[in-house]
């Protein structure tokens, strides 16, 4: 039985909420990008209840504590088939027992699912160093990222503490969603259009004057410091991977 719901994390503790409910403890979280043809396997729509939601996550903490309770939250960004298959069953498992030992390592699915959410720690870390922003001439600067992991939700809080005083916005093209800080507060965004960009840089920006000749005196100070005899492309590529490089300004 495949749980059809929408991507969200509240979404995704109902479909705990609805195989409690309707006994179906094995039934397969999924989002309707992530179907597959098939005869054999059923489909039900779960819609999102907040009261619903909030009752799993009061059970969870109950169980486990609140300092572990996110520990299901960013499993759940790693944004995987099997990531939220490990989660949902691990969260039934929990219920069904009572208790719940999450930091036993020489249990191979928490040992798995510590394993995603410290990939997804990893990314969370090069986002905050990666993200690069575009001026525009209304004062918005704009990032474009498109991460393996969905984790934006995890970093607009360092980057409205570092940037307090602009206004941003970061868009994740991947998952078609972002965030936007207006000056005040974070509001999330989205498009309905759905296609990959192959150069966030190729896209048409009223750009602020001046944006060009900052990127010009970056890429400059960039090539000035680089030391062309101790060129190190393995370790280079190993602290930022080629797949950020479209993203970097000193890289185009």
Known sequence: ??????GSFNGYLCCVFEAFERKEFYASPKVLTMLEPSIFNDQREILTDLNKSSRILKGIEKIIGKKDLNIFYHNFLADQKEAWELGFRTIIRLFKDGK???RD??????????QTIKKVSRERHRM?????????????YT?????DFNVLPLVTTFFKNRFSDQQWLIYDIRRNYGYHYD??????VSNSDNHEIENPYAIELDLDPRELEFQHLWKTYFK???IEERKNLKLHLRHVPKRYWKYLVEKI
């Not at 039985?1 to 929408?6: A, G, Q, T, V």
């Not at 990032?143 to 991460?147: D, T």
């Not at 000056?183 to 999330?188: A, F, P, T, V």
């Open 128 to 140: 905050k160093a990666f993200v690069r922003f575009v001026k525009s001439s209304d004062n918005l």
């Open 100 to 102: 719940i030992d999450i």
């Open 183 to 188: 000056g005040k507060e974070i509001h999330e």
């Open 1 to 6: 039985m495949n749980y059809l719901f929408d």
């Open 143 to 147: 990032a474009l990222i498109e991460p």
């Open 105 to 114: 390592y020489g249990n191979p699915e928490i040992l798995q699912i510590h």
């Open 224 to 226: 000035s410091t680089n």
